[in-house]
């Protein structure tokens, strides 16, 4: 008995060594695993969580709804409108939209989606209650909204125009939540009662200083590794600094240009960067009778030959910014390169400036014409970030001969006090273009008037006529000319100076892997690959790792 126990433990031992051995010598490598809660800081709290508002905000509303509402359609990293919620989309005499849901699509209580769903959110946006909310019902007031069957909404127009694709963009609404709550009452409050949405993520729980997010079980799309997102409201962004320092937080929703450069050299942090949608610009008032002088395109051409706009980047942006030559990003798709550019050329600008008769005659630094000074005052917003940007611009204009007094405004006082009245000179503005290219509203003649946007008051009669045909023609090769036209056109007669696209940098901990973030239409859309983002990991044998990057589990084939 003795020697048969013997031979077991020996041989157990040596299996235990045989195995040990084995467990030691195979290779493994750490591959995703679930697990882990992603926290993000935000400046700022969350207003409304409605998918309507979200569309004209840019921070944590516009993040929240990019995650937890859909649209029919949605835009891509290049302003494209695309299907999300729809699986097709149709265009009929120029007028007729038809939009057919995808199949199987569910809110995030289970609830089916249907066109029934459509119907509602848009005859709920025409609802004559809401005739007092700024924009809102002049857009929808003509559309008819008809239900075809239960997977299929239509939309007729009295005439072609070719942005309302950018409508659909709307996250849709459940009629089964809201469909007893009064227009007015449901888009002017916050929906915070009954979140229910149609996107990846469902909100879990709102606090007054944080909002959780967890992946919808009906989303639909790939099972996030992280089990929950978290975004914290802060104050001021120095505070959301501070709870990144402490590891309080993993991402930081924007990081200031004049930190991108100290935080890149940190080893805990990733930094993502793309080109901004928008643009800084200085609008020009060619028809105020105090600044005559900017109705010549000579002088106009003149103060931007005379701007180092590669040195204002540096010196007010930290380098985080390219400079602009058109009123459109380089990344949107009806982008136009072949257009007149102005390099820093401070000698052309003086010769511009002396064909136009504007010399110095009397030596005191400013150049004159039929004893007007070549001077006049430029707005920019109260924040330092704007200011330093005049004083760089009145510092090159100087050298020229023009004389800029800078006077700082609040940013709602820049519009109501001055521009809409037009009772400005010159203002330093930034001006967001997010999906369609259509420039009619800020630059068409008809947009003069005090309810238009057009505040230079700049008229092109080709211009006019371009921009007329390319909102009625739905076929993008035919527009991407015609705004190729009308950029041309703007670059040589400059009713504004087109200054720079600032650079949106995005910051997470390296405690979180796998993130990527390509160019980007707008900030939101950085949490387009999220599933793939994780925190925890396992150990496997080589042999088991996935030999792509990895998916994230439950993701289609």
Known sequence: MRWLVFVALAGIGALVVTLGFAVYSVPTVLVPDRGGVFREGVAGAPQFLHPVWCQNDFGVDSDLCALVHRGLMRFDKNGRVVPDLAESWSLIDGRIHQFR????????????ITADDAYFTFTTLQDPSLVDIPGLSGLWRNVTVEKLDDRTIQMTLPQPFAPFIDLMT???????????????????KPLVANPIGSGPMRIARILPDAVRLEPSPFGGGPTPYILAMEFYSF???????????????????????????????????????SIDSSYENILLNLNNPNVPFFQDQNVRQALLYAIDREKLIAEALAGQGVVAHSLLSPNHWAFHED???????????????????WVDANG????????????FILLVKDDLRHQAIGARLASDWAQIGVRASLQPVTFS???????????????????????????????HSSQIDATGQNYTGWQNAEADQLMETARQNADEAERKALYARFQEIFAEELPALPLFHPLYTYGVSTRVNNVQVGALNTPSERFATFPTWYIDSRRVPVSQAPQAPPTPPGAAP
């Open 339 to 357: 257009v007149k550019t102005y390099p820093f050329d401070p000698a052309r600008a003086q010769s511009l400036l002396d064909e136009a008769g």
């Open 413 to 443: 006082g820049l519009v109501t006090d001055f521009l809409a009245p037009r009772a400005f000179e010159a203002a330093l503005t930034d001006w967001k273009q997010v999906g369609d290219p259509d420039p009619f509203p800020q630059w």
């Open 235 to 273: 104050p001021d962004y120095a505070s959301m600094l501070a709870a990144f320092d402490e590891q309080r937080i993993d991402a930081l929703s924007t990081i200031l240009p004049t930190d991108v450069r100290r935080m890149a050299e940190r080893d805990d942090i990733q930094l993502f960067s």
């Open 170 to 188: 709307v996250g849709l609404l459940p009629q089964h939540i809201y469909r007893d709550v009064p227009a007015k009452e449901l888009l002017t």
């Open 101 to 112: 849901l995808k199949p199987n699509l569910f809110w995030h209580d289970g609830r089916p």
């Open 364 to 375: 005191d630094g400013v150049r004159e014409k039929d004893g007007r000074p070549l001077a």
